[in-house]
């Protein structure tokens, strides 16, 4: 009996370092003890403290479970928003919070102490590949206990009896097998399932916060803009107000004067011909002036 696999999805061929690792950044502890009770939920089965002090390993195993738990611990970060993402952009300034991720290709490939310490204790594969493997070995098994079957036969002349019991036993140890081979299928399939779920999650995330951001700066910018316009209007307005103060301190004048043009005009003759229209001038000034103050109270 045989069974065929979907067809991966490209998350599940990414490369990651194998057997399952975690990193932590900006540790600031060095205690195993510490470290290995504080993701006890996540089945780590040890910890490394490297030489800076800073980073710090988590080892989950080889297998589908440890995959699982790596990629729940790596998780539990991303919802904190301490994720690998998040080290990168504040590298330079992390604060006092810790980060967290599974490691990846990069991460193997990387310079430094945890480049190192994931090229001398394993290497790169997908999770595709480890299913592949667990199907694999079960195909094995069955292929194995067929070719037990054959090998009996060959020795069973003369034995009918006992061959009809051995066969019996053989071919019930092959149903049992191949029905937990397709319950692995059916586990494996629910488990790719659950791969593209949290992968879907992350995308949706991902995209909340950069529209939680744009959103933010639109509003900023949309507040920078009325604090400055609101400061053009009182500008304008204290603008007005003070040409208003010079117009009326110019009437003031003006009056003055023209009271006293009309105090030299008390005589005859030419000199009050010329004194009233020197008047008559300064009435007009003193009309237009008294014009140009009640255009500036209509812009207030």
């Not at 975690?22 to 910890?47: C, T």
Request: aromatic share 8%; with cysteine.
């Amino acid at each position: 009996m045989s069974s065929s696999s979907p067809a991966a999805k490209p998350e599940q061929l990414e490369f990651y370092c194998w057997p399952w690792v975690g990193i932590i950044a900006n540790a600031q502890n060095d205690n195993r003890g510490y470290w290995l009770n504080e993701f006890s939920k996540y089945n780590p089965l040890g910890v490394e403290i490297l030489r800076d002090g800073a980073q710090v390993v988590v080892r989950f195993g080889d297998d589908l479970s440890g995959f699982k738990n790596a990629m729940e611990f790596e998780k539990s970060f991303q919802d904190q928003g301490y994720s690998k993402k998040e080290w990168m952009d504040r590298r330079a300034s992390p604060g006092a919070g810790v980060y967290g991720w599974f490691a990846r290709e990069d991460d193997y490939k990387s310079d430094g102490p945890v480049g190192n310490y994931l090229c001398t204790t394993g290497g790169l594969r997908t999770i595709s590949d480890v299913i592949d493997e667990v199907i694999e070995n079960r195909k094995k098994i069955a292929s194995n206990l067929v070719d037990e079957i054959d090998s009996r036969n060959e020795n069973m002349d003369g034995m009918q009896i006992k061959y009809s019991e051995e066969t019996r036993k053989v071919h019930s140890i092959i149903k049992r097998a191949l029905n937990e081979q397709e319950m692995l299928n059916f586990e494996l399939e629910s488990k790719r399932r659950e791969l593209d779920s949290w992968s879907e999650e992350l995308h949706k995330r991902e995209s909340l916060i950069e529209n939680e951001r744009q959103k933010i700066e639109e509003e900023k910018k949309q507040r920078e803009t009325e604090n400055f316009l609101a400061t053009v209007r009182e500008l304008e307005r204290d603008c007005a107000e003070m040409n208003k103060m010079k117009t009326e301190i110019e009437i003031l004048k003006m009056e003055c004067k023209f009271e006293e043009t009309k105090h030299l005009g008390l005589g005859d003759g030419d000199c009050d011909d010329k004194v009233q229209q020197k008047m008559d001038q300064m009435k007009e000034l003193l009309d237009l002036l008294q014009e140009t103050i009640g255009g500036i109270d209509t812009l207030e």
